[in-house]
Structures are given as C-alpha cells and as structure tokens.
C-alpha cells in the first residue's frame, strides 16, 4: 500500500497555528527550521544592522528579518524565509498593502550557515532564491569564516581581509567580512 502525501499551500502555511518553530514551504512539502543559535544570531545581526542603516535614510529599500516569508513559486508552493531581505523601494511601493507572504523574491538575501545545516540543503535554497529571481544570495559560513556571494551565473567566496559589497543590488553599502565574524 502506498500513502498519498497531501501538498500543503502557502495559504495554509500562513494560517497554521503557531506551535514555536518556524517552517517554509518547499514545492509543497512542510519542512520545519530549528530556531536560531547563538552564533548565528549575532552573525544575522552583524550583516542586517548595517544594511539596514544603510538603506534606511536614502530609502533604498526595506530590510527584513528572518521570519518573513516570500512566497516563490505556486502550484507546488515555495515559501522560503532568509535570515536577512532586501527589497528595492521600488518594489515595496507596488506591494507595500500585502498581507501574508511577500509575493516574489527579495533582491538581496543573506543565509547564515547553522552547525547543524547540511551543505545541499544551503545549495538547495540559493537554488530557490536564485530561480526565483534574487539578484544576490549571500552565504555566511563560520565554520569556514568566509562569506560566498552567488549570482545568477557566478559567485565569488569571500575571506576575513575581504570586504562584501552591494554591487549592483545595494550600490555603494560595504561590510567588511571581518565584521561579520565579530563577537
């Protein structure tokens, strides 16, 4: 006998009970995240204060914190949750009324690398990202102490002397990777 997995929607996803986990919703499969350690909370932290300060003042755009979700793809449902968003001004300006998920990809996405995470489930989800037209995904790695930045058809990997910078999806802000890593 076979059992038939019922796919769950984004729909349903926002409307489920909180019950202290956080979920995304992958091709609609329930995958449930661990919350947030230490370290990679402040490591989250050290990459959304600046570029919130940044891009705060010249209204440049909306930061947003790990527990918005963005809705990716329909029919199955994505909906994946970065640990820090960008979107571009001109594009909260259509959506600035949506409730629920964000409709689309944010331009800017940062993942933090938890102890526990496995390597294809973080290529699994700059994958996403990327297909579902985020300009930029940004992957911090402590264990590694680098910083890899992924683009539709390149990346480049980052180390402690190097400095990330918002290219063309956040022009001008700048972080040195070092600060990252920062207790």
Known sequence: ?????????????????ADGFRYELVRGELRRMSSAGYQRGRIVMNVATPLDQFVRTPRLGTVCAAETGFLLHENPDTVRAADVAFIRRER????????????GAPNLVVEAVSPHDLYADVDE????WLDAGTRAVVVVNPRRRTVTVYQASAYAILHENN????????????????AIFEE
């Open 1 to 17: 006998m076979s059992v038939i997995q019922r796919l769950m929607t984004a729909d349903e996803l926002f409307h489920t009970p």
């Open 92 to 103: 909260t300006l259509d959506a600035r009324d949506a409730t629920g998920y964000w409709p």
């Open 125 to 128: 989800k700059v994958t996403d």
């Open 163 to 178: 400095t990330l910078d918002g290219g063309e999806v956040v022009p001008g802000w700048q972080l040195p990777v070092a």
